[in-house]
């Protein structure tokens, strides 16, 4: 009986063990992720370019490390040239400030990707110059390549193929990002998003604002557009070049290329046309409440706010009208890279947003009476003060 046993006992093992090995083995089958917190194993990604990495914490320039791998000479390796970034990596809504590099083509934080996905990153005070194909995150994002919820502030220039966050994009994705960075380029294709895109590449729900010059096909969001698809998204920034193929919101757009809901403002790019597509508009009327209606194709209730004056965004104040910003970032870092100083509510105590979620709703009257009497929240007792600021804020910042 007990031989049975044990010999039944193996056998649930056995199999255990079969089941967990064809798992692995399955295509999409979760692999161990790589964490990053220093300047150095940041640096080290390019020992394995299939691997997947999720970035722990911020990383600024006092950090340790940050001479070493990205300070000094030509600054920042990008990461994947040849071979290329095959993997993935997940900023989780962190930030990487100052990165500096001087380099050749396909310079930026990554240099070449391949199916990569590249997600969740800030990159503040960017200074990345190179040759063909230069942008603060990537160089040049190849098939299959998608990035989402990303954004960029600083400088970036190069002879040719030059983007406020990408320098080129064939058969990739960028979605729900934006950049703020000044783009030069000596040559051609500059965007103040994406200097270069080729065919079968999606750009939907995204915006840049910084200035952008060149020689020729120079735009506020898009230098070049070739058979791809554009949704959603605007540009601003001044835009000046030395040729006929420098416009609004993209500088040169061969057919087949679709768009579908482009805007720029004719004022601050100075341009009154553009390529293949979009809506021309004053800036008064893509600022504000206005936004809402002349910028209707942008998905309001669902990927964009309008930003009003005086109008809580998720317990954030605008202290002036300004353009859209997306839903899918941190609503106070982008009304401070478009100049405002956001009003942001007290602790949530006071004023009624008690579980800290930006919003006073029913979830806060349920924390109320849950801890009525207690002082979790510090201070007094939590009382009938409380209870009065519930009800004088409801509805705020939801």
């Known amino acids: 009986m007990l031989l049975e046993k044990a010999k039944e006992h193996g056998r649930l093992v056995l199999r255990c063990l079969l089941a967990v ?15 990053i917190s220093t300047w150095q194993q940041l640096h080290e990604m390019r020992n394995d370019l299939g691997g997947d990495y999720v970035l722990l914490n911020d990383l600024c320039p006092e950090d340790e490390g940050y001479t070493t791998y990205s300070g000094p000479g030509q600054g920042w390796l990008p990461v994947g040239v040849w071979p290329q970034f095959t993997g993935s990596f997940d900023g989780q809504g962190h930030t990487i400030t100052g990165l500096r590099m001087a380099r050749g083509d396909k310079a930026g934080l990554f240099g070449w ?25 990537v160089g040049d994002a190849g098939g ?29 994705q960028v979605t729900h990002s934006y950049s703020t960075c000044s783009v030069t380029a000596a040559g051609n294709h500059a965007g103040g998003l994406v200097g270069y895109v080729w065919t079968g590449s999606t750009i939907s729900n995204t915006y840049a604002t910084g200035a952008v010059s060149g020689a020729d096909y120079v735009a506020a969001l898009l230098g070049y557009a070739r058979g791809s698809t554009l949704e959603e998204s605007y540009g601003t920034g001044v835009v000046t070049g030395t040729a006929v193929n420098t416009r609004g919101l993209v500088g040169f757009a061969l057919h087949p290329t679709s768009f579908s809901h482009g805007y720029w403002d004719k004022q601050t790019t100075g341009r009154t046309v553009s390529s293949g597509g979009g809506t021309g ?91 009525w009497g207690t002082t979790v929240l510090g201070g007094a007792p939590i009382g009938f003060g409380d209870f009065l600021a519930l009800l004088e804020n409801w509805g705020v910042g939801c």
């Not at 970036?156 to 058969?171: A, D, E, K």
């Not at 353009?323 to 105590?349: C, F």
């Open 21 to 35: 090995l064809l798992l692995a083995a399955l295509p999409g089958a979760a692999r161990a992720q790589t964490e």
């Open 113 to 137: 990707t391949s199916g990569a996905t590249i997600q969740n990153i800030g990159l503040v005070d960017v200074n990345v110059s190179g040759q063909i194909g230069v942008g603060p995150l």
């Open 144 to 172: 299959g390549t998608v990035i989402t919820k990303a954004w960029a502030t600083g400088s970036v220039s190069g002879n040719g193929n030059v983007g406020g966050l990408v320098g080129s994009i064939s058969g990739a």
């Open 281 to 371: 508009l004053d800036t008064v009327q893509m600022q504000g409440s206005a936004a809402t209606t002349n910028m209707s194709g942008l998905g309001f209730a669902a990927d964009w706010y309008a930003v009003e004056e005086d109008v809580a965004i998720g317990g954030v104040t605008p202290s002036a009208d300004g353009y859209p910003i997306l839903r899918a970032l941190d609503v106070e870092t982008q009304l401070l890279h478009a100049g405002q100083e956001p009003a942001v509510p007290p602790p949530g105590r006071y004023w009624g947003d008690f579980n800290e979620d930006g919003c006073v709703n029913f979830g806060d009257f349920v924390f109320l009476l849950e801890n």
